[in-house]
Protein backbone atom coordinates (compact mmCIF):
# COMPACT_ATOMS: atom_id res chain seq x y z
CA UNK A 1 0.00 0.00 0.00
CA UNK A 2 1.53 3.19 -1.24
CA UNK A 3 2.28 5.92 1.76
CA UNK A 4 -0.06 8.34 0.83
CA UNK A 5 -3.19 5.95 0.50
CA UNK A 6 -2.29 4.60 4.53
CA UNK A 7 -3.90 7.85 6.31
CA UNK A 8 -6.88 7.61 3.93
CA UNK A 9 -7.58 4.06 4.68
CA UNK A 10 -7.10 4.63 8.45
CA UNK A 11 -8.97 7.49 8.25
CA UNK A 12 -11.93 5.11 6.95
CA UNK A 13 -11.46 2.65 9.42
CA UNK A 14 -12.50 4.97 12.34
CA UNK A 15 -15.65 3.90 13.92
CA UNK A 16 -17.04 7.79 14.11
CA UNK A 17 -16.61 8.73 10.41
CA UNK A 18 -19.12 7.11 9.25
CA UNK A 19 -22.04 8.22 11.73
CA UNK A 20 -20.68 11.72 11.55
CA UNK A 21 -21.40 11.89 7.66
CA UNK A 22 -24.62 10.01 7.93
CA UNK A 23 -25.98 12.75 10.12
CA UNK A 24 -24.03 15.42 8.17
CA UNK A 25 -26.09 14.18 5.33
CA UNK A 26 -29.44 14.00 7.44
CA UNK A 27 -29.22 16.90 8.79
CA UNK A 28 -28.38 18.58 5.71
CA UNK A 29 -31.12 17.17 3.93
CA UNK A 30 -33.59 19.99 3.34
CA UNK A 31 -31.64 22.71 5.87
CA UNK A 32 -33.16 25.80 4.11
CA UNK A 33 -36.99 24.61 3.91
CA UNK A 34 -38.32 25.25 7.35
CA UNK A 35 -39.08 28.92 7.74
CA UNK A 36 -37.30 30.50 11.04
CA UNK A 37 -40.08 30.59 13.74
CA UNK A 38 -40.01 33.11 16.63
CA UNK A 39 -36.63 31.32 18.48
CA UNK A 40 -34.77 31.53 15.57
CA UNK A 41 -35.61 34.66 14.85
CA UNK A 42 -34.16 35.47 17.72
CA UNK A 43 -31.06 34.06 17.39
CA UNK A 44 -30.89 36.43 14.31
CA UNK A 45 -32.07 39.40 15.48
CA UNK A 46 -29.79 39.22 18.49
CA UNK A 47 -26.64 37.53 16.87
CA UNK A 48 -26.63 39.97 14.04
CA UNK A 49 -26.64 43.63 16.51
CA UNK A 50 -23.54 45.00 17.45
CA UNK A 51 -21.20 43.47 20.38
CA UNK A 52 -22.06 46.41 22.91
CA UNK A 53 -25.47 45.82 21.85
CA UNK A 54 -25.66 41.98 21.89
CA UNK A 55 -23.99 42.13 25.85
CA UNK A 56 -26.53 45.27 27.20
CA UNK A 57 -29.42 42.79 25.73
CA UNK A 58 -28.70 39.97 27.76
CA UNK A 59 -28.43 41.92 31.23
CA UNK A 60 -32.07 42.13 30.92
CA UNK A 61 -32.80 38.86 28.99
CA UNK A 62 -31.61 35.73 27.48
CA UNK A 63 -28.25 35.35 29.25
CA UNK A 64 -29.04 31.59 29.22
CA UNK A 65 -28.49 31.29 25.55
CA UNK A 66 -25.78 34.20 25.81
CA UNK A 67 -22.72 31.99 25.30
CA UNK A 68 -25.08 30.89 22.15
CA UNK A 69 -25.64 33.90 20.92
CA UNK A 70 -21.54 35.36 21.29
CA UNK A 71 -21.07 32.32 19.32
CA UNK A 72 -23.27 32.73 16.65
CA UNK A 73 -22.29 36.78 16.55
CA UNK A 74 -18.71 35.55 15.39
CA UNK A 75 -20.55 32.92 12.94
CA UNK A 76 -22.76 35.45 11.08
CA UNK A 77 -20.30 38.14 11.19
CA UNK A 78 -18.52 35.52 8.66
CA UNK A 79 -21.19 33.55 7.13
CA UNK A 80 -24.04 35.86 7.00
CA UNK A 81 -27.78 35.47 8.55
CA UNK A 82 -29.25 33.43 5.94
CA UNK A 83 -31.74 30.47 6.89
CA UNK A 84 -29.30 28.25 5.86
CA UNK A 85 -25.89 29.84 7.76
CA UNK A 86 -27.93 30.72 10.68
CA UNK A 87 -28.23 26.32 10.89
CA UNK A 88 -25.28 24.75 9.37
CA UNK A 89 -23.59 25.29 13.23
CA UNK A 90 -26.45 22.91 14.71
CA UNK A 91 -25.91 20.22 11.51
CA UNK A 92 -21.91 20.38 12.78
CA UNK A 93 -22.97 20.28 16.28
CA UNK A 94 -25.08 16.84 16.09
CA UNK A 95 -22.58 15.60 13.85
CA UNK A 96 -19.86 15.87 16.38
CA UNK A 97 -22.56 14.22 18.59
CA UNK A 98 -22.81 11.61 16.26
CA UNK A 99 -19.14 11.18 16.22
CA UNK A 100 -18.89 11.03 20.16
CA UNK A 101 -21.76 8.47 20.17
CA UNK A 102 -19.73 6.06 18.36
CA UNK A 103 -16.50 6.78 20.84
CA UNK A 104 -18.33 6.35 23.60
CA UNK A 105 -20.24 3.02 22.40
CA UNK A 106 -16.64 1.58 21.51
CA UNK A 107 -15.11 2.51 24.74
CA UNK A 108 -18.21 1.22 26.88
CA UNK A 109 -19.06 -2.08 25.05
CA UNK A 110 -15.53 -2.62 22.63
CA UNK A 111 -16.27 -3.85 19.21
CA UNK A 112 -16.83 -1.97 16.37
CA UNK A 113 -20.28 -3.41 15.47
CA UNK A 114 -21.62 -1.49 18.89
CA UNK A 115 -19.88 1.59 18.00
CA UNK A 116 -21.15 2.41 14.88
CA UNK A 117 -24.39 0.97 15.28
CA UNK A 118 -24.49 3.46 18.21
CA UNK A 119 -23.30 6.27 15.87
CA UNK A 120 -25.74 5.66 13.18
CA UNK A 121 -28.75 4.93 15.91
CA UNK A 122 -28.29 8.51 16.81
CA UNK A 123 -29.07 10.01 13.19
CA UNK A 124 -32.44 8.06 13.28
CA UNK A 125 -35.07 9.67 16.13
CA UNK A 126 -37.17 12.65 14.29
CA UNK A 127 -36.23 15.07 17.26
CA UNK A 128 -32.44 14.62 16.43
CA UNK A 129 -33.19 15.79 12.92
CA UNK A 130 -35.71 18.33 13.77
CA UNK A 131 -32.91 20.10 16.03
CA UNK A 132 -30.09 19.64 13.62
CA UNK A 133 -31.84 22.21 11.57
CA UNK A 134 -32.75 24.91 14.15
CA UNK A 135 -30.57 28.00 14.87
CA UNK A 136 -31.07 27.38 18.66
CA UNK A 137 -28.24 25.75 21.26
CA UNK A 138 -29.59 22.13 21.38
CA UNK A 139 -27.21 20.57 19.28
CA UNK A 140 -24.27 22.06 20.19
CA UNK A 141 -25.30 21.09 23.99
CA UNK A 142 -25.83 17.60 22.79
CA UNK A 143 -22.62 17.60 21.45
CA UNK A 144 -21.16 18.75 24.21
CA UNK A 145 -23.05 16.27 26.65
CA UNK A 146 -21.54 14.02 24.24
CA UNK A 147 -17.94 14.47 24.76
CA UNK A 148 -18.17 15.09 27.87
CA UNK A 149 -19.17 11.94 28.86
CA UNK A 150 -16.61 10.26 26.40
CA UNK A 151 -14.15 12.12 28.45
CA UNK A 152 -15.27 11.19 31.65
CA UNK A 153 -14.93 7.86 30.02
CA UNK A 154 -11.31 8.41 29.42
CA UNK A 155 -10.12 10.06 32.62
CA UNK A 156 -12.31 7.27 34.61
CA UNK A 157 -10.11 4.54 33.24
CA UNK A 158 -6.72 6.70 34.20
CA UNK A 159 -7.49 10.20 36.17
CA UNK A 160 -4.90 12.42 34.79
CA UNK A 161 -5.82 16.54 34.60
CA UNK A 162 -4.79 16.15 31.13
CA UNK A 163 -7.54 13.89 30.72
CA UNK A 164 -9.83 16.04 32.82
CA UNK A 165 -9.18 19.17 30.85
CA UNK A 166 -11.46 18.18 27.95
CA UNK A 167 -14.01 17.23 30.06
CA UNK A 168 -14.25 20.35 31.89
CA UNK A 169 -13.93 22.19 29.17
CA UNK A 170 -16.68 19.84 27.29
CA UNK A 171 -19.16 20.75 30.84
CA UNK A 172 -18.51 24.17 30.49
CA UNK A 173 -19.83 24.39 27.11
CA UNK A 174 -23.11 22.82 27.89
CA UNK A 175 -23.65 24.31 30.86
CA UNK A 176 -23.02 27.84 28.69
CA UNK A 177 -25.40 26.71 25.84
CA UNK A 178 -27.75 25.42 28.50
CA UNK A 179 -28.32 25.24 32.04
CA UNK A 180 -30.69 22.34 32.25
CA UNK A 181 -27.59 19.96 30.72
CA UNK A 182 -26.05 20.39 34.01
CA UNK A 183 -28.46 17.78 35.37
CA UNK A 184 -26.56 15.30 33.41
CA UNK A 185 -24.27 15.25 36.59
CA UNK A 186 -26.86 13.11 38.22
CA UNK A 187 -26.30 10.66 35.52
CA UNK A 188 -22.59 11.32 35.63
CA UNK A 189 -22.29 10.89 39.55
CA UNK A 190 -23.84 7.30 38.98
CA UNK A 191 -21.42 6.49 36.31
CA UNK A 192 -18.20 7.13 38.03
CA UNK A 193 -19.92 5.11 41.63
CA UNK A 194 -20.47 2.10 39.50
CA UNK A 195 -17.57 2.40 38.00
CA UNK A 196 -15.46 2.65 41.64
CA UNK A 197 -18.11 -0.63 42.48
CA UNK A 198 -16.65 -2.33 39.49
CA UNK A 199 -12.86 -1.15 40.21
CA UNK A 200 -13.84 -2.17 44.20
CA UNK A 201 -10.41 -4.30 44.57
CA UNK A 202 -8.51 -1.80 43.40
CA UNK A 203 -10.05 1.62 43.38
CA UNK A 204 -8.59 4.50 41.87
CA UNK A 205 -9.61 7.14 45.16
CA UNK A 206 -7.90 9.86 43.57
CA UNK A 207 -11.71 9.92 41.85
CA UNK A 208 -13.59 10.61 45.04
CA UNK A 209 -11.77 14.31 45.30
CA UNK A 210 -11.17 14.25 40.82
CA UNK A 211 -14.51 14.24 39.58
CA UNK A 212 -16.40 16.83 42.39
CA UNK A 213 -13.23 19.40 41.83
CA UNK A 214 -13.64 18.80 38.02
CA UNK A 215 -17.30 19.47 37.91
CA UNK A 216 -16.29 22.46 40.11
CA UNK A 217 -14.00 23.79 37.53
CA UNK A 218 -16.53 23.30 34.45
CA UNK A 219 -19.49 24.84 36.81
CA UNK A 220 -17.45 28.41 36.89
CA UNK A 221 -17.43 29.63 33.65
CA UNK A 222 -21.24 29.33 33.81
CA UNK A 223 -21.96 31.12 36.89
CA UNK A 224 -22.63 34.20 35.84
CA UNK A 225 -24.99 32.66 33.38
CA UNK A 226 -27.01 31.14 36.28
CA UNK A 227 -26.79 34.60 38.06
CA UNK A 228 -28.39 36.34 35.40
CA UNK A 229 -30.45 33.26 34.28
CA UNK A 230 -31.87 32.73 37.32
CA UNK A 231 -33.29 36.66 37.62
CA UNK A 232 -35.25 35.84 33.89
CA UNK A 233 -36.97 32.90 34.31
CA UNK A 234 -40.44 33.85 35.07
CA UNK A 235 -40.60 35.86 31.76
CA UNK A 236 -38.51 32.86 29.63
CA UNK A 237 -39.89 29.63 30.71
CA UNK A 238 -43.41 30.46 32.58
CA UNK A 239 -45.24 28.84 29.64
CA UNK A 240 -43.70 25.45 30.49
CA UNK A 241 -46.83 23.47 32.40
CA UNK A 242 -46.24 21.00 35.57
CA UNK A 243 -45.51 17.75 34.82
CA UNK A 244 -47.85 15.28 35.38
CA UNK A 245 -46.73 11.18 36.34
CA UNK A 246 -47.72 10.27 33.08
CA UNK A 247 -45.79 12.83 30.83
CA UNK A 248 -42.89 11.56 32.08
CA UNK A 249 -43.92 8.02 31.43
CA UNK A 250 -44.65 8.99 28.04
CA UNK A 251 -41.51 11.04 27.60
CA UNK A 252 -39.25 9.19 25.44
CA UNK A 253 -42.10 9.61 22.68
CA UNK A 254 -41.48 13.43 22.70
CA UNK A 255 -37.75 12.98 23.36
CA UNK A 256 -37.52 10.81 20.44
CA UNK A 257 -39.95 12.52 18.23
CA UNK A 258 -41.62 9.20 17.32
CA UNK A 259 -43.14 6.60 19.96
CA UNK A 260 -41.98 3.64 17.62
CA UNK A 261 -38.16 4.96 17.50
CA UNK A 262 -38.55 5.31 21.20
CA UNK A 263 -39.95 1.48 22.00
CA UNK A 264 -37.81 0.34 19.39
CA UNK A 265 -34.74 1.98 21.10
CA UNK A 266 -35.82 -0.02 24.38
CA UNK A 267 -35.82 -3.15 23.04
CA UNK A 268 -32.27 -2.93 21.25
CA UNK A 269 -30.90 -1.92 24.69
CA UNK A 270 -31.93 -4.94 26.11
CA UNK A 271 -29.42 -7.76 25.27
CA UNK A 272 -26.63 -4.92 26.49
CA UNK A 273 -28.32 -5.12 29.90
CA UNK A 274 -29.25 -8.78 29.86
CA UNK A 275 -26.52 -10.77 28.15
CA UNK A 276 -23.07 -11.29 30.36
CA UNK A 277 -19.86 -9.62 29.41
CA UNK A 278 -20.83 -5.70 29.38
CA UNK A 279 -23.78 -5.34 31.72
CA UNK A 280 -22.57 -2.89 34.14
CA UNK A 281 -21.78 -0.71 31.50
CA UNK A 282 -25.21 -0.93 30.16
CA UNK A 283 -26.41 0.08 33.69
CA UNK A 284 -24.62 2.84 33.51
CA UNK A 285 -25.61 4.14 30.30
CA UNK A 286 -28.72 3.59 31.70
CA UNK A 287 -28.52 5.90 34.21
CA UNK A 288 -26.57 8.52 32.49
CA UNK A 289 -30.01 8.67 30.07
CA UNK A 290 -32.73 8.32 32.87
CA UNK A 291 -31.59 9.94 35.81
CA UNK A 292 -31.49 13.50 34.23
CA UNK A 293 -34.83 13.28 33.24
CA UNK A 294 -36.05 12.10 36.52
CA UNK A 295 -33.91 14.70 38.28
CA UNK A 296 -35.72 17.71 35.94
CA UNK A 297 -39.15 15.98 36.28
CA UNK A 298 -38.40 16.37 39.99
CA UNK A 299 -37.49 19.92 40.25
CA UNK A 300 -40.28 21.08 37.49
CA UNK A 301 -42.34 19.25 39.95
CA UNK A 302 -41.62 20.67 43.21
CA UNK A 303 -39.98 23.94 42.42
CA UNK A 304 -41.95 27.08 41.22
CA UNK A 305 -40.56 26.76 37.83
CA UNK A 306 -40.78 24.09 35.10
CA UNK A 307 -37.94 22.70 33.09
CA UNK A 308 -39.56 20.03 31.98
CA UNK A 309 -39.69 19.33 27.88
CA UNK A 310 -38.22 17.42 25.45
CA UNK A 311 -36.04 19.89 23.56
CA UNK A 312 -34.23 20.93 26.90
CA UNK A 313 -33.24 17.02 27.55
CA UNK A 314 -32.60 16.32 23.99
CA UNK A 315 -28.56 16.10 25.31
CA UNK A 316 -29.66 12.51 26.86
CA UNK A 317 -30.61 10.82 23.73
CA UNK A 318 -26.82 10.34 23.32
CA UNK A 319 -26.90 7.86 25.75
CA UNK A 320 -29.81 5.97 24.80
CA UNK A 321 -27.88 5.30 21.14
CA UNK A 322 -25.11 4.60 23.03
CA UNK A 323 -27.51 1.73 24.97
CA UNK A 324 -28.75 0.71 21.89
CA UNK A 325 -26.39 0.28 19.71
CA UNK A 326 -23.89 -1.80 22.77
CA UNK A 327 -27.37 -4.14 22.60
CA UNK A 328 -26.97 -4.60 19.06
CA UNK A 329 -23.30 -5.23 19.55
CA UNK A 330 -24.18 -7.73 22.46
CA UNK A 331 -26.89 -9.65 20.10
CA UNK A 332 -24.18 -9.51 17.34
CA UNK A 333 -21.72 -10.78 19.87
CA UNK A 334 -23.57 -13.73 21.38
CA UNK A 335 -24.51 -14.66 18.05
CA UNK A 336 -20.48 -14.76 16.76
CA UNK A 337 -19.30 -16.98 19.86
CA UNK A 338 -22.28 -19.45 19.07
CA UNK A 339 -21.26 -19.22 15.13
CA UNK A 340 -17.52 -20.48 15.73
CA UNK A 341 -18.72 -23.91 17.20
CA UNK A 342 -21.00 -24.32 14.07
CA UNK A 343 -19.48 -26.77 11.55
CA UNK A 344 -19.73 -23.68 8.59
CA UNK A 345 -18.58 -20.84 10.78
CA UNK A 346 -18.38 -18.29 8.12
CA UNK A 347 -21.83 -18.49 6.83
CA UNK A 348 -23.18 -18.24 10.31
CA UNK A 349 -20.84 -15.14 11.46
CA UNK A 350 -22.33 -13.67 8.15
CA UNK A 351 -25.82 -14.48 9.09
CA UNK A 352 -25.08 -12.34 12.75
CA UNK A 353 -23.70 -9.48 10.83
CA UNK A 354 -26.45 -9.45 8.45
CA UNK A 355 -28.82 -9.38 11.60
CA UNK A 356 -27.25 -6.49 13.38
CA UNK A 357 -27.90 -4.92 9.80
CA UNK A 358 -31.58 -5.37 10.77
CA UNK A 359 -31.37 -4.63 13.77
CA UNK A 360 -30.50 -1.34 12.83
CA UNK A 361 -32.53 -0.50 9.59
CA UNK A 362 -35.95 -1.03 11.53
CA UNK A 363 -35.73 1.90 13.82
CA UNK A 364 -34.96 3.56 10.19
CA UNK A 365 -37.52 2.58 8.62
CA UNK A 366 -39.83 3.38 11.88
CA UNK A 367 -38.50 7.04 11.67
CA UNK A 368 -39.05 6.96 8.15
CA UNK A 369 -43.14 8.32 8.20
CA UNK A 370 -41.94 10.92 10.92
CA UNK A 371 -39.05 12.21 9.11
CA UNK A 372 -40.99 14.63 6.43
CA UNK A 373 -42.81 16.43 9.21
CA UNK A 374 -39.88 18.06 10.36
CA UNK A 375 -39.09 19.32 6.86
CA UNK A 376 -41.63 21.17 5.78
CA UNK A 377 -42.04 25.12 5.42
CA UNK A 378 -43.94 25.57 8.53
CA UNK A 379 -42.26 22.39 10.29
CA UNK A 380 -40.52 24.42 13.09
CA UNK A 381 -43.52 27.14 13.42
CA UNK A 382 -46.70 24.41 13.06
CA UNK A 383 -48.08 27.35 9.89
CA UNK A 384 -48.70 29.94 12.72
CA UNK A 385 -45.47 31.99 12.32
CA UNK A 386 -45.52 32.75 8.39
CA UNK A 387 -43.26 35.66 8.88
CA UNK A 388 -41.95 35.18 5.19
CA UNK A 389 -45.56 35.08 3.80
CA UNK A 390 -46.51 38.38 5.48
CA UNK A 391 -42.80 39.46 3.85
CA UNK A 392 -43.30 39.00 1.12
CA UNK A 393 -46.70 40.12 0.72
CA UNK A 394 -45.74 43.85 2.33
CA UNK A 395 -43.08 43.45 -0.03
CA UNK A 396 -44.69 43.40 -3.43
CA UNK A 397 -47.20 45.95 -2.54
CA UNK A 398 -44.28 48.29 -0.98
CA UNK A 399 -44.61 52.00 -1.49
CA UNK A 400 -41.66 54.37 0.13
CA UNK A 401 -42.94 55.83 3.37
CA UNK A 402 -45.18 53.16 4.32
CA UNK A 403 -45.36 51.93 7.77
CA UNK A 404 -45.93 48.64 9.68
CA UNK A 405 -47.47 48.30 13.05
CA UNK A 406 -47.29 44.96 14.57
CA UNK A 407 -48.49 43.35 18.32
CA UNK A 408 -45.73 44.21 21.03
CA UNK A 409 -46.13 44.59 24.41
CA UNK A 410 -47.78 41.07 26.10
CA UNK A 411 -47.51 40.05 22.58
CA UNK A 412 -44.24 40.62 22.01
CA UNK A 413 -42.95 36.92 22.44
CA UNK A 414 -44.86 36.62 19.28
CA UNK A 415 -41.53 38.22 17.75
CA UNK A 416 -43.97 39.56 14.95
CA UNK A 417 -41.55 42.54 14.42
CA UNK A 418 -38.53 40.86 13.95
CA UNK A 419 -39.70 37.97 12.28
CA UNK A 420 -41.37 39.76 9.69
CA UNK A 421 -37.98 42.39 9.47
CA UNK A 422 -35.54 39.39 8.70
CA UNK A 423 -37.44 38.46 6.03
CA UNK A 424 -38.00 41.88 4.31
CA UNK A 425 -36.04 42.98 1.58
CA UNK A 426 -32.79 45.44 2.00
CA UNK A 427 -34.98 48.08 0.31
CA UNK A 428 -37.97 48.18 1.90
CA UNK A 429 -37.70 50.80 4.83
CA UNK A 430 -41.22 50.90 6.48
CA UNK A 431 -41.60 53.79 9.81
CA UNK A 432 -42.19 52.00 13.08
CA UNK A 433 -45.83 53.01 13.70
CA UNK A 434 -46.66 52.74 17.52
CA UNK A 435 -43.33 52.04 18.71
CA UNK A 436 -41.61 53.97 21.13
CA UNK A 437 -37.72 52.78 21.04
CA UNK A 438 -36.73 50.10 18.86
CA UNK A 439 -35.55 46.72 19.80
CA UNK A 440 -31.70 47.58 19.83
CA UNK A 441 -32.27 50.61 21.86
CA UNK A 442 -34.82 49.07 24.40
CA UNK A 443 -32.11 46.24 24.72
CA UNK A 444 -35.13 43.81 24.35
CA UNK A 445 -35.87 41.21 21.16
CA UNK A 446 -38.48 43.35 20.42
CA UNK A 447 -39.66 47.09 20.17
CA UNK A 448 -41.44 49.55 23.09
CA UNK A 449 -44.64 50.28 21.98
CA UNK A 450 -45.73 53.84 22.86
CA UNK A 451 -47.79 54.67 25.95
CA UNK A 452 -49.35 57.11 23.35
CA UNK A 453 -50.14 55.95 20.58
CA UNK A 454 -51.54 58.84 18.73
CA UNK A 455 -48.07 60.43 18.99
CA UNK A 456 -46.53 57.61 17.68
CA UNK A 457 -48.14 57.19 14.27
CA UNK A 458 -45.65 58.95 12.11
CA UNK A 459 -45.93 60.81 8.80
CA UNK A 460 -47.63 57.74 6.76
CA UNK A 461 -50.03 57.37 4.98
CA UNK A 462 -50.10 53.67 4.49
CA UNK A 463 -49.67 51.08 6.87
CA UNK A 464 -49.17 47.85 7.23
CA UNK A 465 -51.01 46.40 10.28
CA UNK A 466 -50.51 42.81 11.69
CA UNK A 467 -52.05 40.83 14.45
CA UNK A 468 -52.38 37.87 15.83
CA UNK A 469 -54.71 34.90 14.92
CA UNK A 470 -56.89 34.92 11.32
CA UNK A 471 -59.58 37.63 11.53
CA UNK A 472 -61.74 39.56 9.09
CA UNK A 473 -61.40 42.10 11.70
CA UNK A 474 -57.82 43.01 12.60
CA UNK A 475 -58.45 46.33 13.98
CA UNK A 476 -61.06 44.20 16.31
CA UNK A 477 -58.16 42.27 18.04
CA UNK A 478 -55.96 45.27 18.67
CA UNK A 479 -55.60 47.13 22.09
CA UNK A 480 -58.41 49.65 22.13
CA UNK A 481 -56.09 53.04 21.93
CA UNK A 482 -54.17 52.53 19.08
CA UNK A 483 -57.68 50.55 17.17
CA UNK A 484 -59.04 53.69 17.86
CA UNK A 485 -56.91 56.14 16.22
CA UNK A 486 -56.49 53.55 13.55
CA UNK A 487 -60.08 54.05 12.62
CA UNK A 488 -60.31 57.90 13.29
CA UNK A 489 -57.53 58.19 10.63
CA UNK A 490 -57.81 55.90 8.13
CA UNK A 491 -60.52 53.73 8.46
CA UNK A 492 -61.68 50.55 7.68
CA UNK A 493 -58.31 48.42 6.00
CA UNK A 494 -58.21 48.33 2.25
CA UNK A 495 -57.41 44.70 2.23
CA UNK A 496 -57.55 41.91 4.92
CA UNK A 497 -55.00 38.92 4.57
CA UNK A 498 -55.56 36.27 6.61
CA UNK A 499 -51.64 34.23 6.34
CA UNK A 500 -52.52 31.13 8.98
CA UNK A 501 -51.57 32.32 12.37
CA UNK A 502 -51.15 36.43 11.42
CA UNK A 503 -53.71 38.44 9.87
CA UNK A 504 -52.27 41.24 7.41
CA UNK A 505 -54.45 44.24 6.62
CA UNK A 506 -53.75 47.77 4.26
CA UNK A 507 -54.96 51.10 5.94
CA UNK A 508 -54.56 53.62 3.63
CA UNK A 509 -55.66 57.07 4.62
CA UNK A 510 -55.99 58.25 0.64
CA UNK A 511 -59.02 55.89 0.39
Known amino acids: MRPAVRPVVRLLGQVWLWPALVMLAVGGYRLGTPDLWRDEIATSTVATRSLGDLLR????IDASNGAYYLLMHGWTAVFGDSTVALRIPSVLAMAGAA??????????????????????????????????????SYALVTCAIA?????????????????????????????AGHLISFSTLAGQAALVALHLWRTR????????????????VAALPVLPVVLLGSSQSDRQLG?????????????????????PVSYLFVLLAVPALALPGRRLQAWQVLLLAELPVVSVWLVSRLGGTSYFIDRYLLFTVPAWAVLAG??????????????????????????????????????????????PAVRYVGSHNGSEEPFKAAARTIAAGYRSGDGMAAPLG???????????????????????????QSADDAEDLSPTPCAKPEACLGPVSRIWLLVLGDTSDPLGTMP????????????????????????????????
Open 57 to 60: LLQH
Open 99 to 136: AFVALTARRLFGGRVAAVGAGLLFTVPPLVSRYAQEAR
Open 147 to 175: AATYFLLRALERPTWRRWAPYCAAMAVAG
Open 201 to 216: EAPDRRLLWQYPLAVA
Open 239 to 259: WITTPSLSRLAHFGEHLFGSG
Open 326 to 371: GGVGAAYGALVARARRVPEPRRAVAAAGLLAVGLLAVPAVAALPEQ
Open 410 to 436: NQSWAMVWPGVSHYLPSDVHLYPVFVA
Open 480 to 511: TDQAQVLRTQYGDPDEVTPLGGFTLALLDRDT
